[in-house]
């Protein structure tokens, strides 16, 4: 109980957090010191940061450069953020944990569905059709 407490204290600032440049090594030693309890709670704030473009990865190099380090959920995660958020621009994080969960269940399914929204949502060309 006291963990779990000290634990929501935790994710609390985690939220509040920026990410910094190592991020990613940071979230591989968190999981080492912590086990997959913390690294799922880390992967979803890495998620959002990197959909959101907040802190360290609000630079495009650095979300480049992240790409080979971050966990493939996790950039899938962030992807199908980044298109929901298009869709439904005042939705609550709370709304979108589903993707979290389609991307730890299905990487490729989750990555298609990212892939086809953002087609769905570009402006579209002179035919009427997404550019």
Do not use: C, I, K, N
Not at 75 to 93: G, K, T
Request: glycine share 8%; charged share 20%.
């Amino acid at each position: 109980m006291v963990f779990e407490q000290r634990l929501e204290g935790t994710l609390g600032t985690l939220e509040q957090a920026e990410p910094r440049e190592g991020d990613e090594a940071v979230r591989d030693e968190l999981t080492r010191r912590a086990g997959s309890y913390v690294q799922a709670d880390v992967d979803v704030w890495l998620a959002r940061a990197l959909a959101a473009h907040r802190g360290h990865y609000a630079d495009p190099v650095a979300r480049e450069a992240a790409a080979g380090l971050r966990p493939q959920p996790v950039f899938a995660h962030a992807a199908l953020l980044s298109a929901l958020a298009r869709l439904v621009p005042a939705a609550a994080p709370g709304e979108l944990a589903v993707a979290a969960r389609l991307a730890a269940a299905d990487l490729e399914a989750t990555a298609g569905l990212a892939a086809l929204l953002t087609r769905a949502t570009e402006p579209a060309g002179p035919a009427g059709s997404p550019a």
